[in-house]
C-alpha cells in the first residue's frame, strides 16, 4: 500500500516569496491533515478536510496561508506572502474518516527554510 | 483548553540505560492517547492507551496509562543508538476528529 506522498522534500524561499505544497493521501482515506511542525515542538493542526470539505481550520493563519482539496484527493497548502517564523516542517496525514484520528499515517514532510 | 505536556523536553543516556518519558494531558472528553517515534521523517505510530493500567509491550518499549491522574509513561529499557529519536504524545481533541501533541521529548543514546 502507497503511504502519504508530499512535494516538495525541501524548500528555501525568501520573506515575502510565495510557496505551496502538495500532499497525495492514502487511497481511500476521506479526511486529511495539514500540521505545521516548528523545531522543538510537536506537529501543530493546521486545517483538516473531509473529502473537499473543511473540518477544522481553526489554527490556521488566514490572512497568510490557504489550503485546499478541490476532488477530495490531492491537497495543497500555500503561503503567502512568507515570514521568517513560517520556518518549519509541514507534515500532511490521512486516516479513513474524522472518528480514526488516532489511526493517522504521515507523509515525509516538507522543510520550509525562510531567510 | 485541551494540551498536552511532556517531560523531560531533552535527555541524554548511554546504551543500555532504561528511560521513562512522561506525558500529562487535560482534555476535554478524553478517548485516547498515542505515542509516536519521530526520526528523521514522519512520525511513526508505537502505542495506542485507552484503558488505565493495562501495559501496551512491544519489546523493549512499554508504555502505560492512568486516567485518575491525568498521565502516561513511556519505558525504553536497554536503550540503542537507533532509539535516539523525538518521541511524542497526542491525545484526540474534545471533537475527537484530530490529535493534540506534545512538544516531545528528544532521546539521544550514546554508545
Known amino acids: 500500500e502507497a503511504g502519504v506522498a508530499q512535494s516538495p522534500r525541501y524548500k528555501i524561499i525568501e520573506k515575502r516569496q510565495s510557496v505551496a505544497f502538495w500532499c497525495n493521501p492514502i487511497?481511500?482515506?476521506?479526511?486529511l491533515y495539514w500540521y505545521q511542525q516548528i523545531l522543538g515542538q510537536g506537529p501543530k493542526l493546521l486545517i483538516q478536510f473531509q473529502n473537499n470539505g473543511v473540518v477544522d481550520d481553526s489554527q490556521l493563519p488566514k490572512d497568510r496561508f490557504s489550503a485546499e482539496r478541490l476532488k477530495g484527493v490531492d491537497s495543497t497548502l500555500k503561503i503567502q506572502p512568507a515570514k521568517l517564523e513560517d520556518s518549519a516542517v509541514y507534515l500532511c496525514?490521512?486516516?479513513?474518516?474524522?472518528?480514526?484520528?488516532?489511526?493517522?499515517?504521515f507523509g515525509p514532510g516538507t522543510r520550509l527554510t525562510v531567510l | 483548553e485541551d494540551k498536552v505536556v511532556q517531560s523531560p523536553l531533552s535527555l541524554v543516556v548511554h546504551e543500555g540505560d532504561t528511560v521513562t518519558l512522561n506525558c500529562s494531558y487535560e482534555v476535554t472528553n478524553f478517548r485516547s492517547l498515542l505515542w509516536y517515534k519521530q526520526e528523521k521523517k514522519a512520525p511513526t505510530f508505537l502505542f495506542m492507551l485507552?484503558?488505565?493500567?493495562i501495559e501496551k509491550k512491544s519489546g523493549r518499549l512499554s508504555s502505560i496509562l492512568d486516567k485518575k491522574e491525568l498521565f502516561s509513561i513511556l519505558n525504553i529499557t536497554a536503550t540503542q543508538t537507533g532509539d535516539s529519536a523525538i518521541y511524542l504524545c497526542a491525545t484526540k481533541n474534545q471533537a475527537g476528529t484530530a490529535l493534540i501533541f506534545g512538544k516531545g521529548t528528544t532521546l539521544s543514546v550514546s554508545s
Open positions: 487511497s481511500g482515506h476521506a479526511t
Open positions: 496525514a490521512s486516516s479513513l474518516d474524522p472518528d480514526r484520528a488516532n489511526e493517522q499515517f
Open positions: 485507552t484503558s488505565s493500567g
